[in-house]
């Protein structure tokens, strides 16, 4: 099924910059949304419209979206970080809301 | 503060019909909203089901094949999931949302807990 391509996992050391990437063809003409998810959790949006930032979610979390990959970005990263996160866009040629697969992030 | 709670059975016979439920509370779902469900397989990703606008106009991802239908309650602030011909692969998670903002380009927040359902005999 139809999905954005997500790298299944991403591992970093505290305190240094996490990259987590969203691809699709043209993905910069979309919106794209992240969001968070911890075990036994429902997800929690980090990042919308791009690069907004919810209250509530740190200024380590940034997003940016270009050619064919939408990045999120945790800079400093926390040992509270460690969860997964999933990219999300409207794709408008069908009507449907689509996700990426999903990025593991384990803090080292 | 809004928030969502889902609700229904949480053992589906195979081939029976999976039923939800997600009351809403702190907000109106009569509001400028649209109101989705999602769902997330043991150990997978995010999947969309569908979402409903409170006209009752319902988007459906074309993956559930016709087997999905949304309905809205705008006297008791809720809406409901209907997915038929159940089978094992329908056990998930299923996580009811708000569409933030004004239209489908919206993000999902806030979310339900989620309820698990299983298919199974």
């Known amino acids: 099924s139809y999905a954005l391509t997500q790298p299944p996992s991403v591992s970093v050391a505290p305190g240094k910059t996490a990259t987590i990437t969203c691809g699709e063809d043209n993905i910069a003409t979309k919106t794209v949304h992240w969001y968070q998810q911890k075990p036994g959790q429902a997800p929690v949006v980090v990042i919308y419209y791009d690069t907004d930032r919810p209250s509530g979610i740190p200024e380590r979390f940034s997003g940016s979206n270009s050619g064919n990959t939408a990045t999120l970005t945790i800079s400093r990263v926390e040992a509270g970080d460690e969860a997964d996160y999933f990219c999300?866009?409207?794709?408008?040629?069908?009507?449907?809301?689509?996700f990426g697969g999903g990025t593991k992030l384990t803090v080292l | 503060q809004v928030q969502l709670r889902e609700s229904g059975p949480g053992l589906v016979k195979p081939s029976g019909t999976l039923s939800l439920t997600c009351a809403v509370s702190?907000?109106?779902?009569?509001?400028?909203?649209?109101w989705a469900w999602v769902r997330q397989s043991p150990g997978k990703g995010l999947e969309w089901i569908g979402e409903?606008?409170?006209?009752?106009?319902?988007l459906y991802n074309p993956s559930l094949k016709g087997r999905v239908s949304i309905s809205v309650d705008k006297s008791n602030d809720h809406f409901s999931l209907k997915l038929y011909s159940v089978t094992a692969a329908d056990t998930a998670l299923y996580f009811c949302?708000?569409?933030?903002?004004?239209?489908?380009?919206?993000?999902?927040?806030?979310w339900g807990q989620g309820t698990l359902v299983t298919v199974s005999s």
């Open positions: 999300q866009v409207w794709d408008s040629s069908s009507d449907r809301r689509v």
């Open positions: 409903i606008y409170p006209s009752g106009n319902a």
């Open positions: 702190g907000a109106s779902i009569s509001s400028h909203n649209w």
């Open positions: 949302a708000r569409v933030a903002s004004s239209g489908t380009v919206g993000w999902l927040d806030p």
